[in-house]
């Protein structure tokens, strides 16, 4: 039997949950000397991002909670700050959602939607990859 393998790229990004972007980033990026390279609210999500982020690297995009009672607000309710989910590229998205609904993983979203940058995003079920929650992005801008 062959299993499909969900056809992915390079780590995007890694997302850590904070409640403040500012002060995640200055604790963060400070003593690197990397700062907040792109902030956006994503409305649909109910949360601000902010990347730090070197160029030609892995970035690290931190995740910030608009309103209270919201999924990400809950999270940092349980677990703190902390990592939330990893991020890999994909060059076509809904050809590797249809790959991982068919490897039976369970799927956050059945359809892209839009995420930070232009890009459309999807989430993986954390009970179908190890208990991580997983993004795959197929870059916009």
């Known amino acids: 039997m062959t299993l499909d393998l969900i056809p992915?790229?390079?780590l995007d990004h890694v997302?850590?949950?904070v409640h403040d972007l500012?002060?995640?980033a200055e604790r963060l990026g400070g003593p690197f000397g990397i700062g907040l390279s792109h902030r956006e609210e994503i409305a649909t999500a109910d949360v601000e991002v902010g990347f730090l982020e070197l160029p030609g690297q892995t970035s690290i995009e931190l995740v910030c909670p608009l309103a209270?009672?919201?999924p990400l607000a809950?999270?940092?309710d349980r677990r703190g700050e902390a990592l939330h989910h990893i991020c890999f590229r994909v060059d076509d998205l809904v050809a590797a959602l249809a790959v991982a609904?068919?490897?039976g993983l369970d799927l956050i979203d059945?359809?892209?939607r839009p995420g930070?940058?232009?890009a459309l995003i999807a989430f993986l079920h954390p009970r179908s990859v190890g208990g991580l929650l997983v993004e795959l992005k197929q870059k916009g801008e």
């Open 8 to 10: 992915v790229g390079p």
């Open 15 to 17: 997302a850590i949950a």
């Open 22 to 24: 500012e002060a995640a």
């Open 68 to 70: 209270d009672g919201t």
């Open 74 to 76: 809950r999270f940092l």
């Open 101 to 103: 609904k068919r490897a």
């Open 110 to 112: 059945e359809t892209p």
């Open 116 to 118: 930070a940058r232009g």
